[in-house]
């Protein structure tokens, strides 16, 4: 039988595995493109339980082990990969609830209702990804449930192998590039990892690779920093207290996020259906904890001492002086507002670059997720910035494929009405937030949104990460290349000569709009030259404009309407 010290050490070891092979998961990207992150994102999504699991004792129950793993994981699930890898293992929690230990059957039972979560949560699966593997790999374990786990697993985990070597049959673009899908890959990672426990082994030691610099809420409590003339005594709340709180049954937080916000400050409450993890700045911890404890059982509290963190930080110096600064700006951003019923419509949207985040900004956005390719905000990130926007109706607007599915699992957190809009790209944002409507209903204007965002052409000039090759063409690593709404169309040497033949390319007869949307590895002056040169080759009629948006990964992104 798997215990709960079993179960809970082999999701550390996948936990382990997962972060030490990540790169190699990231470079499967199909595309050379610099935003191959699903690696990064699964190891970001399953290290995410790897704090509260280290807490439970060697003494807790599969149960235990997996609802904590669970809820970590859907808090931190990143790009679709993290969260079809948080679904995967929520279904886990669901199969081995109230169950002490767990035998051959539950984890077959397990691996299945897992995936038929993840199927669920994927509007139109595509086969020869980490569905398919999965899916493969379930039904195997549903077959050898006569064998002992440890048995059982090695057993799914071959079918898994043979499904992830299958799918460049299944899927052209990942034979075209020679890949494998990095999905399926990186859960066989974890499986592998969590292999070793089951056999009896030790955890998979961590080797501590660093993680690509991303964009979280993970600054949250991490001290209250102003300009030069703050002094320590003007922190009126100087305890950051945050504690996880689990749930009695039937249990609401409202009543206790209301008391946190009526005895301190920048008060963040992410919950879920069994935790709550909660986060305050106030004066007195302890009156904080005593109210809390009403609700449930807390456990991981964490109280720090701002006053103390001011003086210590202000004295290394101004380069980290400003680093705390954002942080703070960063917490105060997603501070939980409760609903205004005189309030219909608020917005979220996610965006890289100062100067996208002003154009969100003036077309009425409430709060901007600094996110995008290389950078996918975690479900909290995205649900703390919901919770942030006092309307009774929140459309949030992803702009980019590979973070609508974390933005569909925060909408099922919230505790206002959440409607998603799968914008894929910040263009189609652009457009969509022009198309709303302040008088229609929600979900009249979602389809007027969406159909006006669907309209847009994007348009990316971006550079090539490693050698590769494309469609029997060699793409040298550094080349410049052409993407057409997410397909390569071309490489070269010459960035401006990319960005005009590619506008170009993209322009249609009805063609109105082109917009330029300058990334912030390109001067002001150079933009203004781009510009002008697809102006020159894609004029008549044509409005031609450009927006600096300061953006990583993309010299240029273009919007042709």
Known sequence: MITGQILRDAILSGANNIANQRTRVDELNVFPVPDGDTGTNMSMTVGAAIRELEALPDTCTVAEASKTAA??????ARGNSGVITSLLFRGFSKALKDKTEAGAADLANALQ????????????????????????????????TDLEPAALWAAMMEAGQAALEDTPNLLPVLKKAGVVDAGGQGI?????????????GEIVASAEVAAKPKVSSDAAGKGVFADDLMKVEDIKNGYCTQFLLHKNEGASVTRLRAFLESNGDSVVVIEDDDVANCHVHTSDPGMMLSEAIKYG?????????????????????????????????????????????????????????EGLKSVFADLGVDAVVSGGQTMNPSTEDILAAIQSVPAKTVLVLPNNKNIIMAAEQAQKLADRKVIVLPTRTVPQGMTAMLNFDPDAKPDDNAVTM???????????????????????????????????NGKIVATGTDIVKATYRLARSMRKKDTQFITVISGCDVSEEEAEH????????????????????????YYYMISVE
């Open 113 to 144: 209702m897992g995936v038929d979560a993840a199927y669920k949560a994927v509007m139109k699966p595509t086969e020869g990804t980490i569905l398919t593997v999965t899916r493969l790999a379930a039904e195997k374990a549903a077959a050898c």
């Open 297 to 353: 059982y807390l456990t991981d509290f964490k109280i720090e001492n701002m006053h103390e963190q001011f003086l210590a930080r202000q004295a290394q110096g101004k380069g980290l002086e400003k680093q705390a600064r954002a942080e703070e700006q960063k917490e105060s951003e997603f501070t939980y507002a409760a609903v205004d019923p005189e309030r219909a419509y608020g917005f979220v949207a996610v965006a890289a670059g």
């Open 530 to 553: 781009t510009t002008e040169m697809v102006r020159a080759k894609c004029g008549g009629n044509i409005e031609v404009s450009h927006i600096s948006g300061g953006q990583p990964v």
């Open 188 to 200: 066989m990672v974890v499986f592998e990892g969590m292999k070793q426990v089951f056999d009896g």
């Open 450 to 484: 969406m159909q006006a965002a669907d309209r847009v052409s994007t348009g990316l000039v971006t550079y090539a990460a490693r050698d590769s090759e494309f469609d029997g063409k060699p793409i040298k690593k550094g080349e410049i290349m052409a993407l057409e």
């Open 71 to 76: 809820s970590a994981m859907l808090r931190g």
